[in-house]
């Protein structure tokens, strides 16, 4: 016997046997209950598999993203179809977030991306309710504080968007030149500086920052050829109102001493000639 709709009915069975003992059931048939998506059933994890940065975070340049799957399960633990309307994503306005996409399976897509290095959380609500606790994410942004230098200049590079406390090595390229083990800041940033050695040649190079965690991010620089610093000249140099250099008395007073002794000179000849006349 099976229940077409939602009612009740009254069962009367006869015995076969001749006796003609008879019996009665009342049966009650009610509608299936619809199955309710449960929030504290369903999950949301990052499942991106392969980054470019080699490690959990991604690259802030606005195109590098992560991908979330939310699994929507009813009360009774089964999984839903059909659900992506009632499924909210929360990020921060920094992060870029695309639609909701239904995968047929009780399974749910998004991505987001940002183009501003930092970490960051992600919630995903079912029915306006919280789907287990926020993802944390974190995107990375590496520059050098000087574009171009020449071989013995210094180098500043930044990176940030690493995890708080996080162990960062910094290495200098092409030539590999290790800068140092550094610990990312509570905000996630990480500065280290150098002198660029004489084997870095002319061309393009860039600081490497890889996080034990999070992976690597790279911040580029120029080394251009230098330039000689002119050679002085071999005499002193005079500018008005200056001294002659090493000399301790000023030009003006030099020429006066140099003309007086001129003159002393030219009297002491002269006298000497007078001299000489006089004994003849």
Request: aromatic share 6%; net charge positive.
């Amino acid at each position: 016997m099976t229940a077409v709709a939602p009612g009740s009915a009254t069962i009367t069975a006869t015995a076969q046997d001749g006796s003609g003992k008879t019996g009665t059931a009342t049966v009650t048939v009610t509608a299936p209950i619809a199955p309710v998506a449960s929030a504290a059933n369903s999950t949301i994890t990052v499942t991106s598999t392969v980054t470019r940065t080699g490690g959990a975070a991604h690259l802030a340049n606005g195109t590098d993203a992560y991908t979330f799957t939310i699994t929507v399960r009813d009360t009774a633990g089964q999984i839903m179809t059909g659900q992506a309307g009632i499924l909210k994503v929360n990020a921060p306005a920094a992060l870029k977030v695309s639609a909701i996409t239904d995968n047929n399976d009780g399974t749910y897509t998004f991505t987001a991306t940002s183009a501003t290095a930092g970490n960051y959380q992600i919630a995903a609500t079912l029915s306006g309710t919280q789907i287990g606790a926020p993802v944390a994410v974190n995107y990375l942004a590496a520059t050098s504080l000087q574009a171009k230098v020449t071989t013995g200049q210094a180098v500043t590079a930044n990176a940030t968007g690493f995890q708080p406390g996080e162990k960062v090595t910094v290495t200098a390229h092409s030539t590999p030149l290790t800068v140092g083990v550094f610990t990312a800041t509570a905000t996630g940033t990480v500065t280290a500086g150098f002198k660029v050695p004489a084997d870095f040649n002319v061309g393009a190079h860039y600081v490497e920052f890889v996080g034990a965690s999070s992976g690597s991010v790279m911040a580029p620089f120029e080394v251009i050829a230098g330039t000689q610093p002119s050679q002085a000249p071999a005499g002193p140099q005079v500018t008005t109102g200056g001294t002659l250099a090493g000399w301790p008395i000023s030009p003006y007073l030099a020429l006066t001493l140099l003309s007086l002794a001129a003159i002393i000179g030219a009297i002491g000849i002269r006298g000497q000639g007078k001299r000489v006349v006089n004994r003849g």
